[in-house]
RNA sequence: CGGAGCGUGGCGCAGCUUGGUAGCGCACUUGACUGGGGGUCAAGAGGUCGCCGGUUCAAAUCCGGCCGCUCCGACCA
């Protein structure tokens, strides 16, 4: 393998981190020359990043095949009828990247890929016969996000691992699934990046099931509900939680003057009440569809969970203008008197008995509101929002939150696309049948910010010798003609060992050199120094060690591997 | 899409309020010294000040519009 020299890497370090860099990650990966952005949430990978890059990759690819799966590759252009097939042109659309072609067809740039693998199936798949199947790509994928941030995490354009599989029923679709959970432990392990797995919406992917492996950390973009007693994890968008002790009185429904009052602790502090002693109205367009959500009035409503309770696809708060229209009064709305199929009511409330609610006229609130008698839901369903500090439901202890990054998400998507797609194979009655599908998606360079920001110190990069861009980092302290001999000597002997070595042959000083090899983060660093020499010595240092290590120069490429074999332990 | 901020040499920034020859640090080039944690000295190169328009004798600076980027939110594997 050929040494890289330092002085013909494509790509610089830079001193100081560009000032749109927020992230540990983002400023490491700049600064060490290893990622440049283009445009928003479009960047190009140079020489030591693509080869980390690569290993990820590979390590992947392995667990993919162990699991199983195999390599495919499918198209990035594709016509946008294949999204209308499949109902998702819609649902989808803001984030589809258009374009037309030169017979003004409208193509779009593939976001991900079930339809493209549904499509395969019909195609070739015919019998029970030909089940199960386990297929995964690693392509670039394009969508035009709302908002691209933190450097690598959230982007345009970007390498991502999907695999689908197919399955004749539920039990078989769950071991599959079993596996490719497990192929997702080792992925993350091998990285070097510490995984949490959690129950999951599934989102615009569709389906029923999903988990998603989270990397813990605080410059995540999700909330991660967590029980560190009993394991419980979820994403804050699905979390489930206790409620807590009802707080609810008993009598006549009565109205009570509370002028200018119109938030819940307002109310709470003007009747001296606790908050869990009220209702909270919130107000919501779905699908079109002005709706009334009640909760009690300690809780917030989670939109997400409205949205999957009422198989909804979309929904927003109602403005102002909206609520007035509906005939609803902001700050003091009362369920009373609405058309229960327009409320929906979260088990909060109609557990607790009376609460104190809105009684639909400015500056009236009215006690003892109680369902079942004075107002009913047609839908009563979870819609709170978890809080640190809310009870765990599988062992009651006090739940926590922490941000966390999404690395891979893993979907039972069931008959989503089969259906609408018509793909379906003839079982062994020859009656025709609907595959079970699955798919499984990691970012690719969304997992090399992860592994950078799990692994630096505030010198650089401290990367695992698994994904590491090279396995020593070679640096020669002047050059006088036995530093040029040993020099030569020491990397024909690790390269032929088989490791990556980069070789800082420039002419720079001791401190540029090292800090710069701090920076880029080879797990071994070879010093070869005159001063060292006349002992008849190099020094070898772990970057993740303080201090190195002076061994003879003879056996040095020995010692250098035994360096690097005790850090895969 | 709502809110906030920022666009001045490769990177980090000053200059703008009060219009008048575009500056600093790092990086880069050449030379000398130096040589184990971003060294010193000297001499250099490099910028239509995001773009378009306006005001003015004169615009980086004032005014209008647009574009780009970042952050918060909405949204989103």
């Given at each position: 393998m050929p040494v890289t020299r330092m002085s013909r890497l494509f790509g610089r370090t830079l001193r100081e981190a560009p000032a749109d860099a927020d992230s540990a990650n983002h400023q490491l990966l700049l600064r060490s020359g290893l990622i440049v952005q283009l445009a928003a949430g479009v960047y190009s990978f140079l020489p030591p990043a693509w080869r980390t890059l690569r290993k990820i990759e590979q390590i992947v690819r392995e667990e993919m095949e162990a699991a199983g799966s195999q390599e495919m590759r499918m198209p990035a252009i594709q016509p946008r009828e294949l999204w209308e097939e499949s109902g998702?042109?819609?649902?989808?659309g803001p984030v589809l990247f258009n374009l037309k072609d030169r017979r003004e067809r409208t193509m779009v740039l593939a976001p991900t890929h079930e339809e493209s693998v549904t499509d395969l199936f019909r195609k070739i798949v015919q019998s029970y016969?030909?089940?199960p199947q386990s297929v995964f790509q690693m392509q670039t994928k394009f969508r035009d996000e709302p908002r691209p941030r933190g450097g690598l995490v959230r982007v345009r354009e970007f390498i991502m691992k999907d695999a689908y599989t197919f399955d004749v029923d539920d039990d078989a679709f769950q071991l599959t699934y079993n596996a490719m959970r497990q192929a997702y432990y080792n992925t993350f392990e091998r990285c070097g990046v510490p995984v949490v797995a959690v129950q999951a919406d599934s989102g615009a992917?569709?389906?029923?099931q999903s988990e998603e492996f989270i990397f813990l950390t605080?410059?995540?973009e999700d909330n991660i509900i967590l029980c560190s007693c009993c394991g419980y994890a979820a994403n804050q968008e699905r979390a489930e939680f206790t409620r807590g002790q009802p707080a609810g009185t008993v009598g006549e429904l009565e109205e009570v003057e509370t002028p200018g009052v119109t938030t819940i602790e307002g109310l709470a502090e003007f009747l001296d009440?606790?908050?869990?002693s009220t209702a909270k109205a919130a107000f919501f367009l779905v699908d079109g569809q002005p709706t009334f959500a009640v909760i009690r009035g300690d809780l917030e409503v989670n939109e997400l969970k409205l949205i999957n309770a009422l198989d909804a696809l979309e929904a927003r708060p109602l403005l102002p203008e909206e609520v007035e229209a509906a005939g609803w009064v902001a700050g003091?709305?009362?369920?009373?008197?609405?058309d229960p199929a327009r409320v929906i009511a979260d088990p909060s409330v109609v557990e607790a008995g009376g609460l104190v609610a809105g009684?639909?006229?400015?500056g009236m609130h009215a006690r003892n509101v109680t369902y079942g008698r004075d107002w009913t839901a047609a839908t009563v369903a979870d819609i709170g929002m978890a809080q640190p500090g809310d009870a765990c439901t599988e062992c009651d202890d006090a739940l926590k939150m922490q941000r966390g990054i999404e690395l891979g998400h893993i979907f039972k998507l069931g008959t989503r696309y089969a259906d609408p797609m018509e793909a379906t194979f003839l079982d062994a009655d020859g009656e025709r049948r609907t595959p079970i599908m699955g798919c499984y998606g990691i970012g690719i360079e969304r997992l090399m910010a992860a592994v950078v920001q799990a692994n630096h110190d505030e010198l650089g990069i401290v990367w695992p010798?698994?994904?590491?861009?090279?396995?020593v980092h070679v640096v020669p302290l002047g050059g006088g003609d036995d530093v040029t001999a040993a020099l030569s000597q020491i990397e024909s002997q690790l390269s032929e060992a088989g490791l990556q070595v980069l070789s800082?042959?420039?002419?720079?000083r001791a401190g540029v050199k090292f800090n710069d090899a701090d920076l880029l983060g080879a797990p071994l660093r070879v010093t070869i120094g005159s001063r060292g020499l006349t002992q008849g010595q190099i020094e070898l240092k772990l970057r993740r060690d303080a201090e190195p290590t002076p061994v003879p120069l003879d056996s040095a490429a020995e010692a250098a591997l035994a360096a690097l074999a005790s850090l895969d332990g």
């Open positions: 998702r042109a819609d649902s989808y016969r030909d089940l992917i569709g389906g029923k605080e410059i995540g009440i606790p908050a869990q003091y709305a009362s369920p009373i008197g609405v009684a639909n006229r400015v010798r698994s994904v590491a861009p090279f396995d800082d042959d420039r002419d720079e």
